[in-house]
């Protein structure tokens, strides 16, 4: 009888290894799925809607918009910083120029144009920032976006 209790307990914690590496995999899933999102940014010109994919984890903000060959207009990348700071991007593997715009309290704090491709010189903000926002260079000049314009999430 102990003899068959074996293979019927390694049966049973083999299952349940499964199912719990099937639920820690579904979890690890979600937390990197691309969360999309519309940020409105009111400008002296009036009020610009992007959509943007929401950089959460330490993985999407990391690789934020690397290895990709084009943008639409309106659109980019949010990164949601867990506290103000003053903030320090590159362009490490992104092919495309970017503008960057640096927030703070619902509010640009600081600008950077026009982000050279592959270019590794860090782009660091003037202020403290909790979130960034890039899109395609030429975005903060055709908008007319400004330091102090507001942002909502």
Not at 30 to 48: A, D, F
Not at 115 to 127: G, R, Y
């Amino acid at each position: 009888m102990k003899k068959r209790l074996v293979p019927i307990t390694t049966l049973i914690v083999g299952i349940i290894l499964i199912i719990l590496g099937f639920i820690v995999g579904q979890i690890d899933m979600k937390q990197n799925q691309i969360i999309k999102h519309n940020v409105v940014i009111q400008t002296t010109q009036g009020q610009m809607t992007l959509a943007v994919e929401v950089a959460v984890t330490d993985e999407q903000r990391q690789k934020g918009l690397m290895y990709r060959k084009s943008l639409p207009e309106k659109q980019g990348m949010l990164f949601l910083l867990k506290y103000p700071q003053i903030v320090r991007m590159w362009m490490k593997n992104t092919y495309i120029p970017l503008d960057m715009l640096f927030i703070r309290n619902n509010q640009v704090v600081d600008l950077h144009q026009n982000a050279k491709p592959l270019d590794e010189t860090l782009i660091a903000s003037q202020d403290f920032a909790t979130a960034v926002i890039e899109v395609n260079a030429g975005t903060i000049q055709k908008y007319g976006i400004k330091v102090g314009d507001k942002v909502s999430f």
